[in-house]
Each structure stands twice: as structure tokens, then as C-alpha cells.
């Protein structure tokens, strides 16, 4: 609003531009000083936010095997869970599985099990 009425002042009154332009200057300088103050307030609000979300989530750790176990936990659950953790999953098959586990964080861990048995294999041995 104090730019608009300086521009629209008649460069004939200089006594109301000067007026109007340190007006505008004024404005400005609240302007800077507001968005400094905002800075500052967001960056302390980010830093306590990010300890807190940091003790959350380390507390959330500890607790995921409770989580996980509680029966009250349903499926829909446990599928978001894994999705937030793991990265991707590839099975190679061979004379044995393998699988390799890629974690968000980027760690990798791979396991190895030998391949289960067919079903007629599986009969056949309880004769």
C-alpha cells in the first residue's frame, strides 16, 4: 500500500513523496526484519521438531517387535511398516533361495535358505 500511494504521488509535491517514500522504506525495512524473525523462529522449530521426531522414531524402534507381535496389530498395518522400511526385495533361485534385502537407509543384508520341497517330495519322505 505505500509503494501505491508513492507512485501515485505528483512528483511536483516532494515535500508528500518524501514523506510517502520513507513510509515505503519503513515498510520495507519491517518487512526484512518479519521475514528475518520467521527464519529464525523456523529453524529453531525445525531443529526441536527433528530431536523430537528423532526420539520418536528411536523409541518406535524398540518398540517394533512388540508392534509387530501385538495382535491388535492388523495386516494393513504390518504391509505399511515393511513398506516404510524396506527398499526392495530380490529372490534368486538356485539350488538353494537367496534374498537380498535392500533397507530405505541403504544398508543391505542377504539370506540364504535351502529350497523347500516339492509337494510329492514332501509325501513321498512320509511314507
Do not use: C, S
Amino acid at each position: 500500500m505505500a509503494q501505491r500511494r508513492y507512485l501515485q504521488v505528483d512528483p511536483d509535491h516532494r515535500l508528500v513523496a518524501d514523506e510517502l517514500e520513507a513510509d515505503w522504506n519503513q515498510k520495507l525495512r519491517e518487512l526484512r526484519q518479519a521475514q528475518q524473525e520467521y527464519e529464525q523462529q523456523r529453524a529453531t522449530d525445525q531443529k526441536q521438531r527433528d530431536e523430537q521426531q528423532r526420539q520418536q522414531i528411536l523409541a518406535l524402534a524398540q518398540d517394533f517387535p512388540r508392534l509387530w507381535n501385538d495382535p491388535q496389530t492388523p495386516q494393513r498395518e504390518r504391509k505399511r511398516m515393511v513398506r516404510l522400511l524396506l527398499e526392495d526385495v530380490t529372490l534368486l533361485k538356485g539350488q538353494e533361495l537367496t534374498l537380498h534385502v535392500r533397507f530405505k537407509g541403504g544398508a543391505t543384508r542377504t539370506l540364504t535358505q535351502p529350497k523347500a520341497l516339492a509337494v510329492p517330495e514332501l509325501r513321498q519322505n512320509q511314507r
